[in-house]
Each structure stands twice: as C-alpha cells, then as structure tokens.
C-alpha cells in the first residue's frame, strides 16, 4: 500500500510540473505572467509533501492493512489525485474566488480523507495500539478541518483571506508529525 501511493504522488507531482507552462517571451517580465501558477504550484506542492510525510509515519505504525483501509487510502488517493486540477484552475485564474474555493475543498476533503483514514486503522489495530496512541486526540488534524471549512466559505468573500488560512494549515504541518516517531522510539 505504502509503495503504490508513494507512486501515486510522485505520478500526481509529475503531472503538476507539466502543467507549468513555459513564458511566452525571453526576457524576465515574461514570467510575471506566471507567478500566480508559480505560487499555486508551490503551495501544492508543499501539500503533497506534507501528505507523503505523514502517510510514510502514519503506515510505519501499523503491522497490517485490510480491505476496509485499503478502501480509506484510495478515497484519500483520489482526493491528493484534484491537487493538479484545483492547483491549475486556481493560478490560471489569478486566485480568483470559485477557484479558491474549489481548490479548499479539495484540500477539505484529503483532510478528511485522511482522519477517515487514520481512523481506520486505529479501528484495526485497536484503542490500545502504537497508532492510536501516536495519533491520540488528533487536535492538529481536527482543527485542520475546521480552518479548510471557514477557507471554503470566506474564498467567495476573500479569496486572498483563504489562500492565507491554506497556507497557515500548510505551515501548520510543515514540521513532520513527531507523535508516531515518539511513540514508535518508546
């Protein structure tokens, strides 16, 4: 499972980076164009990393995987699979509001995808396993949520006030989740 998604993004980031177009001029204010798709690839990029970090810890505290979680990675799968659309759609239009709002509700929905995720596999391996207790309360991935929710919905006021809330959950977890390499160093 571990190895098809880490193919999966690298398949979704290659297609990312094909969909930056070239400048149409040689000199260097032909790339002003650009900057919004630029920084939209950015951000999206920084949010599959964030994801592949995290999957790689979250799976190295689990000793098997079923159907049921089978199912829950590839619901995730599909969701980080938008990051190419939502990313494109959104610089091409330059941060415009339904743009913005469609790409957080991508990003709504792999958080999502990934606490159903998360939860599945602590309902396989129990209240009292290394995943459940790495993840405890999972407030960081709850209060994501959240932030992605108010996101959505400011985006068709201010879109610039969401692009700023889907940086701060990005920032949020930049910094790799210690809580399953504590608990798996116990």
Known sequence: MEAFSDGVLAIIIT???LGLPAPHGATPSALLPLIPIFLSYVLSFINLGIYWNNHHHLLQAVSHVDG???WANLHLLFWLSLFPFGTAWMGENNFARWPVAVYGAVLLF???AYFILAKTLIA??????VIATALGRDFKGKISIVIYLA?????LV???IACALYVSVAVMWLVPDRRIERTLAK
């Open 68 to 70: 049921r979680v089978l």
């Open 158 to 160: 201010g879109p610039w």
């Open 124 to 129: 396989l391996h129990g209240r009292d396993s």
């Open 110 to 112: 792999a958080a999502v």
């Open 15 to 17: 297609i990312m980076v």
């Open 151 to 155: 996101a959505v919905a400011l985006a």
